[in-house]
């Protein structure tokens, strides 16, 4: 399974930007799939997950402000990021869950006026 991350970029606080990790390969029907991120200097945290029930998990510091979603038929996760604040700076990773975990490459989002 290969994971493609995009979407990342500049924006200001108060903006937003919509991440998308397209899947492709060996892709599970019945899989888990969420959006992790890392800032400098800190540890990778989880930001967001969408489980096979299309059941949703956020990081308090995100939630009412991120959305998680899937297109299933196009193997694609994605992450609407609004009210972004400065503390949201950091490069975002997705996962794939099926038993095997395998990672995307990562974007980079970075909130400053």
């Known amino acids: 399974v290969q994971l493609q991350a995009s979407g990342g970029g500049l924006v200001e606080p108060g903006g937003s930007l919509r991440l998308s990790c397209v899947a492709s390969g060996a892709v599970s029907r019945i899989r888990t799939m969420s959006w992790y991120r890392q800032a400098p200097g800190k540890d990778r945290e989880l930001v967001a997950l969408i489980n096979p029930s299309d059941e949703t998990t956020y990081a308090d510091s995100v939630k009412g402000r991120f959305t998680i979603s899937r297109d299933s038929t196009r193997n694609t996760m994605y992450l609407q990021m609004n009210s972004l604040e400065p503390g949201d700076t950091a490069v975002y990773y997705c996962?794939?869950?099926?038993?095997?975990?395998?990672w995307g490459q990562g974007t980079l989002v970075t909130v400053s006026s």
């Open positions: 996962l794939y869950n099926d038993g095997r975990f395998y």
